[in-house]
């Protein structure tokens, strides 16, 4: 009694204990993702078992059609796989870190699937399947295939401005981030800074981005810029951009001739002050070798110079103090100067002889003329 009811008792355990780890070997497969034929794609994919650590010797991967187990695409035994896949197939993870992505490399219109994923457990030592085996066909992946280029995205399209820093990114999204695409600019000077990015977007979905930052110059300007992605395979894809480039605003047509004219003004103002100089000491030096200024002795006043221009042109002698006195009014050294009488002409009779008396009154002012200046 004793013995069924042990046997009974390992019944129940196994029948538990196989239900919980059948339920707890899972797998998370893409359900759907694009291909670009002639290229590659990666099918991503994460698998989860129960119980303790399992190397990858104790794993073995196998991709199959959904309704055709038979149908292989991948296996680690290369006989095994249909020869429509063999050499384009490979296990991209570790299994025994969970992963079991799949990637297929020169992609052909008829590998469009669906993808399932099985593992099975082998033997350590004659790595031969166990009964263990757990196939995911209700996860399973489908690809689409893409014939037309990946179109390129060029952005932020905007205006340059000359001497600024100006930033340019060309990005693509893609399947396949084992080989990623490879970017490449028209332009790639020396001075150019070019950065590259890859991020996953989702579900298996990439994006390779480059990043183009320079300096644009004037030369620049209605250039045209080409970003070229190169896929695995060989496909190339490109897009263009004709840069604009706005002048920077300077003031150098007007600073420039300003600042001529005014260097040139005061040079002409400095040479004239030095030449003012050098001809007032010249005329220095030639007054003082004239004796007309004395060293330390003031020039004549303005009267002195006024007087001294009056005497030049007046027609009568200078006479000293002493012949201004009124007792010498008359006089020129003691001698008395008799003045010239000039009759009335009321105590003369008019003559009829108006040409006559015009001569005999020049003879007569000559006579006094002479007596006036003979007596001086």
């Not at 959904?66 to 149908?71: H, I, L, P, R, V």
């Not at 009568?316 to 010239?340: F, M, T, V, W, Y």
């Amino acid at each position: 009694m004793d013995h069924e009811r042990k046997i009974m008792m390992c019944l129940v355990l196994a029948v538990i204990c196989s239900s919980v780890l059948g339920q707890e070997w899972t797998a998370d497969v893409v359900k759907s993702i694009d291909a670009l034929v002639g290229s590659c794609v990666v099918l991503p994919c994460t698998v989860s078992h129960p119980g303790t650590y399992l190397s990858t010797s104790r794993l073995r991967g196998i991709w199959h059609r959904k309704d055709k187990s038979n149908e292989i695409f991948y296996h680690e035994d290369s006989t095994q796989i249909l020869d429509s896949f063999k050499g384009r197939t490979r296990l991209l993870g570790n299994l025994g870190q969970n992963n079991c992505t799949l990637e297929i490399v020169q992609v052909k219109d008829h590998d469009n699937g669906p993808f399932c994923f099985r593992i099975e457990l082998v033997r350590k030592d004659t790595n031969q399947p166990t009964t263990e085996k757990y196939s995911f066909v209700e996860k399973c992946a489908d690809v689409t295939m893409i014939h037309d280029k990946p179109q390129l995205k060029l952005g932020p399209i905007k205006t340059a401005t000359q001497g600024k820093p100006y930033t340019l990114t060309c990005s693509v999204h893609h399947t396949c981030p084992s080989h990623f695409p490879q970017i490449k600019w028209s332009r790639e000077r020396k001075d150019d800074d070019i950065t590259e990015v890859h991020k996953h977007i989702h579900s298996g979905v990439w994006e390779a981005e480059s990043i183009l930052s320079f300096v644009p110059e004037e030369k620049d300007d209605e250039s045209e810029l080409t970003c070229t992605a190169t896929f695995n395979g060989g496909i190339k894809s490109e897009a263009k951009f004709t840069l604009n480039v706005k002048r920077q605003q300077n003031y150098n047509h007007i600073i420039i001739p300003a600042v001529a004219v005014t260097a040139t003004a005061v040079i002409f103002g400095l040479f004239c002050v030095l030449m003012v100089k050098k001809y007032k000491k010249r005329i220095q030096e030639l007054q003082s070798q004239d004796g007309r200024i004395r060293p330390g002795a003031s020039g004549p006043t303005r009267s002195d110079q006024r007087r001294s221009i009056w005497s030049r042109f007046s027609r009568r002698p200078q006479r000293n103090e002493h012949d201004l006195s009124p007792n010498n009014a008359n006089s020129c050294g003691g001698q008395k100067i008799n003045k010239p009488h000039f009759p009335s002409p009321k105590s003369q009779q008019k003559s009829n002889n108006y040409k006559q008396d015009l001569d005999d009154n020049d003879d007569y002012m000559n006579t006094a003329d002479l007596n006036i200046y003979g007596n001086v």
